[in-house]
């Protein structure tokens, strides 16, 4: 990984007309749109990951109302969309999610725990820095007994379900949702091509992936990133664009939106010098 601007406390402004992709719908989360837009950026849009939610999902049902009747003693929410999946849920259900303030909550990814707070209106009780499942199942110092709920895709379900069995845990892993390849936004591929593209976000190491997937089987690759600014939100984030053979420019200290926003202004602030 090349140096990284990491932000600092002066004034900042990003360079009028700047163009930035942030690889989520522009509805997903819109406080990094508005602040970039105040700085002066020109957003494009480039969603990577569309969920979809299980119709009829009476497992999940099941699990959230068990959930709210202190059935669990914790709740681990690994991705920002499953947040939005139990939020959307819980709203047809009518169910309040201030009845789950009886459950320990862990958040996985500095996104998830935005995401968690602003929709759910909880606060993460373990937010870990690092989150492989190994790491996250001994970080948690769970009790052998311990109730968790798991709801998260299909995909991801088993590989921590079973790292958190592993320490004795009661674990329920429930399929919310199924995660599959974004579509609509901006022509990104083809700006990407014309070299009009001059940084580009990743919130979390699915956005990576699935950017990869979406760039990759619409003609583009993952070369033409080359002489674009990628801008990861944090250190896993970070190291999964790098797996991924990018060069990271920005990785803020602060793993929040306005960190981010602060990184990459930063970024091309002494870049302009």
Request: net charge negative.
């Amino acid at each position: 990984m090349d140096t990284v601007i990491q932000g600092t406390d002066e004034k900042k402004q990003l360079i009028p007309g700047m163009r930035v992709v942030i690889t989520q719908a522009p509805d997903q989360y819109p406080e990094l749109s508005e602040q970039l837009r105040g700085l002066g950026a020109e957003v494009l849009f480039y969603p990577c990951v569309e969920i979809m939610p299980i119709s009829d999902n009476q497992e999940l049902e099941s699990a959230l109302r068990e959930a709210a009747s202190g059935k669990f003693d914790w709740i681990v929410l690994n991705y920002a969309e499953t947040v939005v999946v139990l939020a959307n849920q819980m709203r047809e259900m009518d169910l309040d999610p201030r009845h789950l303030d009886n459950l320990k909550v862990a958040t996985i990814g500095c996104m998830t725990e935005l995401v968690t707070q602003r929709l759910l209106g909880l606060q993460a009780d373990f937010a870990p820095e690092n989150y492989t499942p190994q790491i996250v199942a001994e970080a948690m110092q769970l009790n052998v007994g311990d109730r968790v709920l798991l709801p998260q895709s299909a995909r991801t379900r088993l590989r921590l379900a079973r790292c958190l069995r592993e320490t004795g845990a009661d674990v329920t892993a429930v399929n919310s949702y199924r995660a599959i390849i974004g579509h609509g936004g901006d022509p990104v591929p083809v700006m990407l091509w014309e070299g009009s593209i001059d940084a580009i976000t990743f919130t979390s190491p699915e956005d990576v992936r699935y950017f990869s997937r979406r760039l990759k089987h619409e003609g583009g690759s993952l070369a033409m990133l080359d002489d674009v600014c990628v801008a990861c939100l944090g250190p896993i984030t970070a190291a999964t664009a790098v797996e991924y053979g990018l060069k990271v420019s920005v990785q803020p200290a602060q793993h929040t939106i306005q960190g981010l926003v602060d990184a990459t202004s930063a970024y091309f602030t002494l870049a302009s010098k």
